[in-house]
């Protein structure tokens, strides 16, 4: 897709009120198309051409698009959680216009936002007796709600970290900073990857 097509999309998703339909590969697709870009930029043989600069531009413009697309998007998906986890009505059509990546956002952020309520609320604010004397059904749903949770919960390892890399979150959802010969607590299929990788090795007790 074109930077023009691209800055059309922007416009519809920041003017419409809805998520607006959109292919299902086009953040990948974009991504292909900007290796492709830095590809040229990266044989110019001066960086300071006027064909270089065009490159530069058009790289930035293409990253810019795409990242305020997805602020736009994500706003309005945040919407829906918060509408999903109030127990508000939620047009189920838009669901389907998320892309996967965007699905699991949605449930992730859902699933948070039930978590919290149940800690602060239910677990800080005493609540009245039920009358008539029966089941609870707040509190059934928020013990349903924190099992879920801590059943999700990832597993970890102890890694040595074998080469710096930059930060990145982690599973859990927490931000990880390694560095070269760090010993590091990380979630199990994080260490997976990354020992696929090189970039740490597994030193947990018979693993």
Do not use: W
């Not at 007796?129 to 597993?155: I, N, T, Y």
């Amino acid at each position: 897709m074109h930077l023009d097509e691209l800055r059309i999309l922007l416009l519809s998703e920041r003017e419409s009120g809805r998520l607006v339909q959109i292919q299902k590969d086009l953040f990948a697709s974009v991504g292909r198309n900007l290796e492709t870009q830095y590809a040229c930029l990266y044989a110019c043989e001066d960086p300071f051409s006027d064909e270089a600069r065009v490159l530069i531009e058009r790289i930035a413009a293409i990253r810019e698009t795409m990242l305020d697309l997805y602020r736009i998007r994500a706003e309005k998906i945040l919407s829906l959680a918060r509408s999903q986890e109030d127990g508000q009505y939620i047009d189920r059509e838009e669901l389907k216009k998320l892309l996967p990546e965007e699905k699991d956002m949605f449930d992730q952020v859902v699933m948070a936002l039930a978590q919290a309520r149940c800690r602060l609320v239910e677990g800080s604010i005493p609540r009245a007796p039920a009358h008539p004397p029966g089941v609870d059904r707040e509190s059934d749903r928020c013990a349903a709600v924190l099992a879920a949770v801590a059943a999700e919960q990832p597993a970890f390892v102890v890694s040595r970290v074998l080469q710096d890399m930059e930060p990145f979150m982690g599973v859990d959802g927490r931000i990880y900073h390694l560095q070269r010969e760090d010993l590091v607590t990380i979630p199990e299929r994080n260490a997976e990857v990354l020992c696929e990788r090189n970039i740490v090795l597994n030193i947990n007790p018979g693993k």
